[in-house]
């Protein structure tokens, strides 16, 4: 039997590199965004802010330089992850890292974050386009495969209007924003039904029941933004349907802290940097007790994307990532 040579572990690790990967990016320019937000809200040091938006650039520099490698390598592991019915749906996860930095970069560089959303928000559609129609004409697809990443690819279009309002004409951003809204409802009901139903999530997939906070959270926000800053009933509806459903994930706590780390452990980060921010809105308008919630939020949001990054970090020094599953 041959030995294997010196290039072949790396290229192992490229063939299996997953796309799921940018929701680091994701989580991580969502606290930068707290984290200029609550400079403004709670006087928070802006340098924090603007070090984080720069951190999740470069590692959204430096996973778009690995992807592209693997779809230049490995075009046939990229095909398989995209036809996969669980994988396919954290491809936008790479379009909604886009839009993201477009936020976080908006008002330091707004040129550079024009070009960010304008990519983003159509990649995000090409997206949106492809998973649907895939469901639609589907033969692969089963209720066991339903899970809140489903939101990604669909519910993801309601980021495009909190950036979008300061870039595109207003129809654009309703556009993106009704898709959104309009999906979530429709996929809430059916990832309900299949959490209450049938059997518990994966335990690979269980940190992914946190994406259930992001829609109405970001909603939120979108909403307040394409409604001139005015905080409606509509947008308290949405406020306190994300806070609500953020209390009863924290009441099943210790559910969580009981799964082992995987990379889908990320789907803490984003949500509840959604929910930060919207509370920090919330803040800003009314004060009162969001207020001290908001500082409770930023303390929680803070300490989960360090225990995050230093669990991932000792995940690629140990092996345990970028391997099959």
């Known amino acids: 039997m041959n030995a294997p040579s010196p290039t072949d572990k790396p290229q192992q690790k490229l063939e299996h590199f997953p796309i799921s990967f940018f929701a680091t990016v994701m989580g991580t320019s969502g606290l930068a965004i707290a984290w200029k937000k609550a400079h403004h809200v709670l006087g928070m040091p802006v340098e924090i802010g603007i070090a984080l938006q720069w951190w999740a650039l470069g590692l959204f520099a430096a996973l778009s330089f690995v992807y592209l490698a693997k ?41 550079f974050a024009f070009a960010f959303w304008s990519i983003g928000a159509a990649l995000h559609l090409g997206f ?16 066991k495969h339903a899970s809140p990443a489903w939101f990604i ?85 949405l406020y306190h349907v994300a806070l ?19 990379l889908s452990a990320w789907a803490y ?17 009314g004060g009162g007790l969001f207020v001290p919630l908001s500082w409770l939020l930023m303390t929680v949001l803070t300490i989960v994307l360090t225990m995050l990054t230093v669990r991932t970090a000792q995940g690629i020094a140990r092996g345990e990532i970028c391997v099959p599953e």
Not at 130 to 143: A, K, P
Not at 178 to 204: D, K, N
Not at 269 to 285: C, Q, W, Y
Request: proline share 7%.
């Open 71 to 111: 779809i230049v390598k490995h075009w046939g592991a990229v095909k398989h992850e995209f036809a996969h019915p669980v994988r396919l749906n954290f491809f936008p996860a790479s379009s909604i890292s886009l839009l993201l930095l477009a936020v976080a970069f908006t008002e330091t560089l707004p040129g």
């Open 128 to 143: 949106t386009l492809t998973v649907m129609s895939s469901w639609i004409h589907h033969t692969r697809y089963d209720i």
């Open 153 to 237: 690819p669909v519910v993801g279009n309601i980021i495009v209007p909190v950036a979008g309002v300061s870039f595109a004409p207003a129809e654009i951003s309703w556009f993106f924003f009704s898709i959104g809204l309009v999906f979530w409802l429709v996929l809430m009901t059916i990832v309900m039904y299949r959490l209450f139903f049938h059997e518990p999530l994966p335990e690979r997939l269980t940190p992914t029941l946190f994406i259930l906070i992001a829609p109405p959270a970001v909603g939120f926000i979108a909403w307040v933004k394409l409604n001139g800053g005015e905080i409606d009933a509509f947008a308290r509806i």
């Open 244 to 262: 609500f459903l953020t209390l009863l994930l924290a009441s099943n706590a210790l559910r969580f802290f009981r799964v082992r780390f995987f």
């Open 269 to 285: 980060s984003f949500p509840l940097a959604a929910i930060t921010i919207a509370t920090l809105v919330m803040a800003e308008k």
